[in-house]
């Protein structure tokens, strides 16, 4: 019984990093779903951006934003302020005054971005609304690229790609650089094979149509793309429509944001749990089982295979196997002091699904987290 649980444990591992995509890879030749795109679609558009006390990046941003490639009579920017203290709201007024078509909307009394963005979208006179943050710049042809979609009917959300840069140099940079690529590859075959169910925060859309008021406990970028499958249309996934962020340099701010996002993420699944009836969409529960919810869990599949293992050393397949897991933890010790990849990869692993298993317990235990102070990522 000890060595079938085991093994259950570092399969459903495997199957989480390796089987899902290759299994996504097998449905894509089998499962053929295309999309009418027409590149000439230009519907009105509302972008907003989401900030709270970004004076460092705002000017960055709305300069960004008034220069993409995108008709201006069919464009408007709304910059949704969280109640910022510091200079924000200024510099936003300052731009709304050479550009008729940016706008600020302060939502008073700081209740954190979804609740923001609940408050505001309603000001949106976009038939797509395409979501933000102060720190993601642009490709000028990015509103374009995601809006191409919208010709098809079926459509109801459109992701787009995000672009790390890792000016610092620094290992954890490199490190989430290599996550962004995997997390590409399987919105890809998601999309081919049907719909995408996740979105990056920094360049996602939705028709304004579809919109509902969402949990403020829970990031929009989460709930928006399941708001849509639950209404019977696709989000789909577009690597063309690119938009650049700087990773953090640190790994301490990393991992705070990334305990924060499952924090919200697996507070949000509990919100939306009848959409895992595998009889009502079969799809979704496979794609986010597989993608999602299992994936949050690989720190207790770990702590499991490692307490197990303890219990078969008298064989020797399982003393290699221990052996290799000390190894294996070694090296990820080693990967907070020094940058190659033998010892960065195993670190970031480690420090993601730690960051997990810390964060399912924040929402398990009824920890919310709607309020957070911008980083440097």
Not at 39 to 59: D, Q, W
Not at 103 to 132: C, D, I, P, Q, Y
Not at 207 to 212: A, D, K, S
Not at 226 to 242: D, H, M, N, S, T
Request: net charge positive; with cysteine.
């Amino acid at each position: 019984m000890i060595e079938l649980l085991l093994w259950f444990f570092i399969v459903l591992i495997v199957y989480i990093y390796a089987g899902y995509p290759i299994v996504l890879k097998i449905l894509a030749k089998l499962v053929k779903k295309p999309i009418q795109k027409d590149i000439h679609y230009t519907p009105k558009v509302t972008l907003f951006i989401a900030a709270y006390n970004e004076e460092k990046v705002i000017g960055s941003k709305l300069l960004n934003s008034v220069n993409l490639d995108y008709p201006k009579e069919q464009f408007e920017v709304i910059v949704v302020s969280d109640d910022s203290s510091d200079r924000t709201n200024e510099i936003v007024e300052e731009y709304s005054a050479a550009y008729p078509f940016v706008r600020l909307n302060v939502v008073k009394g700081r209740k954190g971005k979804t609740a923001a963005l609940n408050k505001s979208v309603h000001l949106a006179t976009g038939e797509v609304l395409v979501f933000s943050d102060a720190n993601s710049m642009y490709k000028e042809d990015a509103i374009k690229s995601l809006v191409q979609y919208y010709a098809d009917e079926q459509v109801g959300g459109v992701c787009g790609e995000l672009r790390l840069l890792n000016s610092t140099g620094s290992s954890i940079g490199e490190s989430e650089g290599a996550y962004w690529k995997y997390e590409k590859l399987l919105k890809e075959l998601e999309t081919a094979t049907g719909t995408c169910i996740v979105a990056n925060g920094s360049i996602y859309s939705l028709r304004n149509e579809l919109f509902q008021e969402m949990n403020p406990n829970v990031g929009d970028d989460m709930q928006n793309p399941l708001i849509v499958i639950r209404q019977g249309k696709r989000f789909v996934y577009e690597p063309l429509a690119v938009t650049m962020e700087e990773t953090s340099p640190h790994s301490k701010e990393e991992f705070g944001r990334k305990v924060r996002i499952v924090t919200r993420s697996f507070t949000g699944i509990m919100s939306y749990f009848p959409m895992l009836n595998p009889f009502s969409n079969f799809e979704f529960f496979f794609k986010y089982m597989s993608h999602k919810f299992l994936r949050w869990l690989v720190a207790y599949y770990m702590i499991a295979v490692f307490v197990l293992n303890l219990f078969l050393l008298d064989q020797l397949t399982y003393q290699v196997l221990f052996c290799l897991q000390l190894i294996f933890y070694s090296l990820a010790f080693l990967g907070k002091f020094t940058k190659t990849k033998i010892t960065y990869i195993p670190y970031y692993f480690c420090l993601v699904n730690y960051a997990a298993l810390k964060g399912t317990l924040r929402a398990l235990t009824g920890k919310r987290q709607a309020t957070w102070n911008p980083t440097s990522r």
